[in-house]
């Protein structure tokens, strides 16, 4: 069944927008579920998640961890929260979660400044010039975030199918026009893509497997499911770690082989 992401930004409204479409279409409407299922599934404490998505990382964090972890146990959260599909998510970069899925509506919600500033004005108490700071540190902080995390521009309007301005039109508007593009033919799901979606969610348990296990972390492994197959690549200075990684994605549900093709580094690399 269809899914919808809604992407905004600050103060461009969402949440009620995410509701009244959900509520149209008779599906689920998620936000921080998804956040609370990877804390509760991979044992990352939930405010971990919101001080990465929210906050600005700092260089010298980045060293401590690898932001590369929170993107590989988000999609996989994502994923599972999404079996079954007939989901609207309001969330953090709901368009990077599914990619190549054909049957995900990926939805932005732009609107002017002047529509921006009211709403800051409205529900913070500042005036115009502050309004209009904060709503510039807010959309600079995201970008930067968001850039670090998944390599995009989250403002990038190629990366979503519908871009509405909620500056000019009502909630009534956009949410017609959302509940009317996901009912079309493009975005109702295929054998094709509904097996995509099943490979992407084993792909995304597999990787957040590998990078949740102290052993197998900090290694650079391919990973690629073809129907329920899994392929795994890459190069290994330690043999004995393929035994390690087979057994760790063959006890992830939904895989039916693991087939492995790992080298091991050049010469000149182990005796530098």
């Known amino acids: 069944m269809p899914i919808i992401t809604i992407s905004r930004g600050a103060f461009s409204g969402g ?33 971990k998640f ?23 146990v988000l999609q996989a959260a994502m994923c599972e929260v999404a079996q079954g599909g007939n989901l609207v998510y309001h969330g953090h970069a709901g368009q990077e979660l599914f990619p190549g899925i054909r049957h995900v509506l990926k939805v932005h919600l ?27 540190q807010v959309d600079r902080a995201r970008k930067r975030r968001l850039l670090a995390i998944f390599g995009y521009d989250w403002r990038d309007p190629s990366r979503y199918d519908l871009v509405l ?5 009502t909630l009534e508007t956009a949410s017609h026009l959302i509940v009317e593009a996901v009912r079309r033919e493009d975005y109702q799901p295929t054998a094709a893509s509904e097996q995509a979606f099943k490979d992407l969610t084993i792909a995304a348990r597999v990787q957040a497997v590998l990078v949740m296990s102290p052993k197998t972390r900090n290694l650079t492994i391919n990973v690629r499911v073809e129907r329920g197959q899994v392929h795994v690549s890459g190069i290994l200075a330690q043999s004995e770690l393929e035994k390690e990684i087979s057994r760790l994605i063959e006890g992830v549900p939904g895989v039916t082989k693991v087939i492995a093709d790992f080298e091991s580094p050049p010469i000149e690399y182990m005796y530098p």
């Open 50 to 72: 919101t001080e990465v998505l929210e906050t600005v990382p700092h260089w010298w964090e980045r060293w401590q961890e690898s932001l590369r972890l929170y993107r590989i």
């Open 165 to 169: 301005n909620v500056g000019q039109m």
């Open 110 to 136: 732009t609107a002017p400044m002047a529509f921006r500033i009211e709403q800051v004005r409205e529900r913070q108490g500042l005036d115009e010039a502050a309004a209009a700071e904060y709503i510039e």
């Open 15 to 47: 949440q009620a927008l995410a509701e009244r479409v959900a509520a149209a279409l008779g599906y689920r409407c998620v936000s921080r579920e998804v956040l609370v299922e990877a804390s509760q599934r991979y044992g990352i404490p939930e405010a």
